[in-house]
Nanobody, 117 residues
């Protein structure tokens, strides 16, 4: 069994910062991929950042990082704008002790980020 626990969301004023965390735990054998997505009301879920790229709308403002020892991925969000308001989800592809060589995607529960004055 594996679990993803997100934290760090909240209400922030425009121009402010937040740091999201997503910690994976359980019978993890290997983590292959970690990423952050977001979904605003009435919109499709979109990729915000992963190890390879950032959405154009967040380039220069958001930074993804990873602590392999803690199986945790972070999203540092600076210069936040009202249009960044969304539920943020982490996605992790990992192999577990049960799945062996097969990697599966797991999603966090989501954390609300609201940017408003």
């Amino acid at each position: 069994q594996v679990q993803l626990v997100e934290s760090g969301g909240g209400l922030v004023q425009p121009g402010g910062s937040l740091r999201l965390s997503c910690a994976a735990s359980g019978s993890i054998f290997r983590i292959n991929y970690m990423a952050w997505y977001r979904q605003a009301p009435g919109k499709q879920r979109e990729l915000v950042a992963d190890s390879f790229s950032y959405a154009d709308s967040v380039k220069g403002r958001f930074t993804i990082s990873r602590d392999n020892a803690k199986n945790t991925v972070y999203l540092q969000m600076n210069s936040l704008k009202p249009e960044d308001t969304a539920v943020y989800y982490c996605k992790v592809n990992m192999q577990t002790l049960e799945s062996g060589v097969l990697g599966f995607d797991y999603w966090g529960q989501g954390t609300q980020v609201t940017v408003s004055s």
